[in-house]
């Protein structure tokens, strides 16, 4: 049997931007998995998840039109990742062959509710990473996120894959996408094996170092948000307002280079300086664009945080989920965690995920 697992994750600044080729953004694996085992089966081959067996698909509606949105469901990406990898193994001239797929996820709650970790990120690089040892691929990390990437936007166009690359990579990274419309042309030209193979224009995934005493909480809302609508909405809103949109992107590459420095420079002051300024930056964006990013709910969670000395702000696309706050070790966390609980915010016991779990097979 084969066991692989993937971490989940959360957006630390640059959100939003970090759609849009080259712009940066920070991100940062936690210490919650997907994990997916592959076993050898004879003439039929099974996928299973207790998790998902009983996960909604949500639609909407689109010039009066119902409109399944198949970008929420896990199954989509495990299917997605198994396509795009057997066409890389028959395309290097290994026999396929049939097996047992069960995966297992600590990154949504028990009756299905999302935390915002990333699960559809986390899936797609276990499910790539379990074939990759099942079919002997001797893939590389770069190459895993390729896959996964090329898999995940199959199913989901309008991501930047900086989910994929913290699930790949672990621990604190620096990240900016690739030219999604350049990877679209070189689809129709090449095999999966060139594609690769290929230097991607504008990709950029760096390891930051981690400040000795910066410390990552993690609080959650309560209340699920989709990041595809999110991020729909958003893109629908920035036509008409393009040169302010122009100036949201100017502005949050800054603002995340700044926060990169303080990471390279141990400087934790810094790192605060800019999670507020990034704060802004997204409450600008709500104001340009109309859609709703910091709920009140988790205006509270970060106004709570800056009562006890931490720098806050919604992560990911916002709209529910989770909040982060960074602060110094030498900060007491406990009347914080008190004062978020008596405002129904949950913490979550998370922790910064750094080195790469052992793989069995």
């Known amino acids: ?151 995940n936007l199959t199913v989901q166009d309008n991501g930047s894959c900086g989910d994929i690359a913290a699930s790949c990579y672990g621990g604190w990274i620096a990240f900016s996408t690739f030219d999604h419309q350049w990877l679209q042309e070189q689809e129709k030209q090449h095999t999966i094996v060139e594609l690769i193979e290929m230097d991607w ?27 595809s609508d999110l991020v729909d909405q958003v893109h629908r809103s920035r036509k008409e307002k393009m040169v302010a949109y122009q100036k949201f992107l100017q502005d949050s590459t800054l603002c995340v280079h700044e926060m990169i420095k303080g990471f390279k420079e141990n400087n934790i002051d810094l790192i605060q300086a800019m999670i507020r300024k990034n704060r802004q930056l997204l409450h600008e964006l709500s104001s340009i664009t109309g859609v709703l990013i910091e709920t009140p709910a988790l205006n509270k969670l970060c106004s709570l945080a800056e009562e006890y000395e931490g720098a806050a702000k919604s992560s990911g696309a916002g709209g529910g989920d989770c909040g982060i706050v960074i602060v110094d070790q030498k900060s007491g966390i406990l009347p914080l965690m008190s004062a978020w609980e008596l405002a129904e915010i949950t913490p979550l016991p998370l922790h910064v995920y750094s080195n790469q779990r052992k793989e069995k097979g």
Request: no cysteine.
């Open 1 to 151: 049997m084969i066991e692989v697992s993937a971490p989940g994750k959360l957006y630390i600044a640059g959100e939003y931007a970090v759609v849009e080729t080259g712009h940066p953004a920070i991100i940062v694996a936690i210490d919650q998995f997907v994990t997916v085992t592959v076993e050898t089966a004879r003439k039929v081959g099974s996928i299973q998840s207790e998790q998902y067996s009983g996960m909604p698909i949500r639609w909407t509606r689109r010039d009066g039109e119902l409109v399944l949105d198949i970008r929420e469901n896990p199954f989509h990406y495990i299917l997605a990742a198994i396509r795009l990898t057997e066409k890389y193994a028959r395309e290097k001239n290994i026999l396929l062959s049939f097996y047992d797929l069960k995966v297992t996820s600590e990154l949504d709650s028990s009756n299905g509710r999302k935390y915002g970790l990333g699960s559809s990120g986390a899936v797609t690089v276990a499910t790539v990473k379990a074939l990759n040892m099942f079919y002997a691929l001797n893939l590389t990390q770069i190459e895993i996120f390729k896959i996964a990437a090329l898999a």
């Open 201 to 227: 224009p504008g990709l950029s995934i760096e390891s930051l170092p981690t400040p000795k005493d910066l410390r990552l909480l993690i609080g959650w809302t309560g209340s699920p948000a989709s990041t």
